[in-house]
């Protein structure tokens, strides 16, 4: 087999709650190969965010890393010094951010703060060709007259055009990985169809290996050819896309698809799963799940189950069959 890309093993994410440290990722594993585009789902407050920003390093005071081993390209990230992970950052990494509106500095022309990321990574780069690099990414996001546009500032910009900026600030160095964190959350259906198109595309066209993180299953299903979906910090499930569509085996990932909203549904209730995930620090003994499943048997509260390969799946479930 590839070696993976991004290797996650044993992760955990803690912040400091009641005089002691309560953790919001609790063992994640996870990979991704060269070239796959794997989506990262779950409620918000599962975690998936959190683990993005642990792999570039970004976790903000008081919380912490507090374990596991995060290897880009074989290299172990958390042994690197700050010095190291912002070479990375951008060069070799690229990361969207979910609001394009608070990303971009609304004081500083479009233009200016693309060329001030490639400069970061690109020393050698004189003026125009960075000017002529920033062009190059704004026209490869699908924004026209991009010369023109290098000079307009983000207030000026539609939110959808405002998130492609951001996709050209991630890819302008050429990285080898995007981390996409949920970027479609603050637009409107029709664009953030578009959005997904975009990232289709350009990871066909340059190459790029995904990590799309998102509780919107329908867009997930049009990008990732592998879903890992998370759940009070962990891992419940992980298959192939096509897989864990067809034939879920964690009870939370079938009624995560029954809350998918679908057509000719006008005038009847969304599903919704009752009750709400454990706070950080508050998991209970057994499965994180139990008190919403209503697949629960009482071992579930008992003890947490290890995740185990079926069928495909890898899945954390002790009824899973």
Not at 28 to 52: I, Q, T, Y
Not at 146 to 165: E, I
Not at 197 to 216: A, D, K, M, P, W
Not at 246 to 253: C, E, G, W
């Amino acid at each position: 087999m590839t070696a993976p890309l991004l290797d996650v093993r044993g992760l955990r994410v803690a912040f400091p709650m009641g005089g002691g440290w309560g953790e919001a990722v609790r063992g994640v594993d996870f990979a991704v190969a060269p070239g796959e585009a794997v989506g990262l789902v779950g409620e918000s407050g599962s975690g998936k965010s959190l683990s993005a920003l642990a792999i570039m390093r970004l976790i903000a005071a008081p919380g912490r890393i507090a374990g596991g081993i995060i290897r880009f390209d074989g290299q172990d990230l958390l042994a690197l010094p700050e010095s190291g992970m912002r070479r990375l950052r951008g060069r070799h990494i690229g990361m969207v951010f979910q609001d394009p509106s608070t990303s971009l500095n609304p004081a500083f022309s479009v233009g200016q703060q693309l060329v001030d990321t490639i400069r970061a990574h690109r020393p050698e780069l004189g003026r125009k060709a960075l000017r002529d690099r920033a062009a190059e990414v704004l026209s490869l996001v699908g924004i026209t007259e991009p010369q023109r546009r290098l000079t307009a500032y983000p207030h000026q910009f539609s939110g959808g055009m405002r998130q492609r900026v951001l996709i050209a600030m991630a890819i302008a160095c050429e990285p080898r990985l995007l981390i996409a964190d949920e970027p479609t959350t603050a637009l409107d259906v029709t664009v953030q169809a578009r959005v997904v198109e975009l990232l289709n595309r350009l990871r066909q066209q340059l190459g790029l290996t995904v990590l799309f993180i998102s509780h919107n299953l329908d867009l997930v299903a049009e990008l990732c050819d592998r879903v890992v979906v998370m759940y009070a910090g962990q891992v419940v499930e992980e298959a192939a896309t096509v897989d864990l569509f067809t034939h879920p085996r964690h009870p939370y990932t079938r009624l995560l698809q029954r809350c998918i909203p679908r057509l000719g549904l006008a005038g009847h209730r969304l599903p919704a799963i009752e009750g709400a995930p454990p706070p950080a620090g508050r998991v209970p003994p057994g499965c994180a799940f139990a008190e919403r499943c209503p697949d629960a048997v009482q071992r579930c509260a008992l003890a947490p189950p290890a995740r185990r390969a079926l069928d495909g799946h890898d899945v954390a479930c002790w009824e899973a069959a």
